[in-house]
């Protein structure tokens, strides 16, 4: 089975706020993407290729609704809270937060949970308190995959070693597996790798061998768990990530670094394209 993920990010914001939203009107921008991307999806083996698309909330319902009959457009939202409404218990009191609850009420058979900008975020948090142990940020991500897996979603748990990680990237990689995993119905499972030293414009993109070498870590580590290339499937390196045996698919991201960054339905069918060897 190949894994074709898409992560929205805030894609949706306008340009004339500083976004990069050029597609379509804020109300119709989920609707938009689904419809332009699931006819195209459909000519593909759903049992050996899946595809969910992760939209801000905003958005998910919007999406769920463009979805024909028999579309192979999943979607998902953007991570959860880790604590759930319950039947005689909190009935949703979680201002701010988004429970795993309504998210599968919107039409999310998934979610992406541990991305580094969620990472960052909640290491930021934490730091204010004066909590610099990283494995602190590790087991807020368990519970937030034992919440999902709980309202049957399935669950693209990304890791990652920073720069200055990459000289201990086992132990870094270690713990976030062995503490996000702790207790986790594997099965319902897929890792996304992010080598953070090397995303972004003017940086050294992680090579083949490397990409080997985390990919062969995290599956020994893991007992077999699915492990998609997190740190952004592109054209020019969709053939590459396919050659490697140990990688199961890509998430894509920014699709282009240069001239009009965002999202565009025909590129994203274009690495697709590419990455299935077409």
């Not at 459909?42 to 579309?71: M, T, W």
């Not at 309202?151 to 990237?169: A, F, H, N, P, T």
């Not at 490397?210 to 007992?223: H, N």
Request: some cysteine; charged content about 25%; hydrophobic content about 35%.
């Amino acid at each position: 089975m190949k894994y074709i993920f898409l992560n929205l990010k805030r894609f949706d914001v306008p340009t004339e706020f500083g976004g990069v939203n050029r597609i379509a009107p804020v109300g119709d921008w989920g609707r938009y993407i689904v419809e332009n991307t699931q006819e195209q999806l459909k000519k593909y083996d759903p049992a050996k290729v899946e595809f969910v698309q992760y939209f801000p909330e905003a958005h998910i319902l919007g999406a769920a609704a463009a979805r024909c009959e028999n579309s192979p457009v999943k979607i998902g939202c953007q991570s959860i809270y880790r604590d759930d409404t319950a039947v005689g218990g909190n009935f949703g009191a979680f201002t701010t937060n988004r429970p795993a609850s309504i998210a599968k009420a919107m039409g999310c058979g998934g979610v992406i949970i541990g991305h580094c900008e969620e990472r960052n975020d909640k290491n930021g948090v934490l730091a204010e308190a004066g909590v610099t142990d990283t494995a602190a940020t590790n087991r807020l991500l368990n519970k937030e995959i034992k919440a999902a897996i709980a309202r049957g979603m399935k669950v693209l748990y990304c890791i990652g070693e920073k720069s200055e990680e990459q000289d201990r990237w086992q132990e870094v990689l270690g713990e976030q597996l062995d503490i996000g995993l702790d207790g986790v119905d594997k099965s319902q499972v897929v890792i996304a790798y992010e080598p953070i030293w090397s995303i972004g414009p003017g940086k050294t993109p992680a090579d083949k061998p490397y990409i080997e070498k985390i990919a062969r870590f995290v599956k020994e580590r893991t007992g077999g768990i699915p492990v998609v290339y997190g740190g952004g499937l592109k054209k020019d390196n969709a053939e590459m990530l396919a050659s490697i045996e140990e990688i199961d698919g890509g998430l894509i991201a920014l699709t282009r670094f240069s001239g009009e960054i965002g999202f565009y339905p025909d590129e994203y069918i274009e690495i697709i394209r590419t990455y299935l060897g077409e």
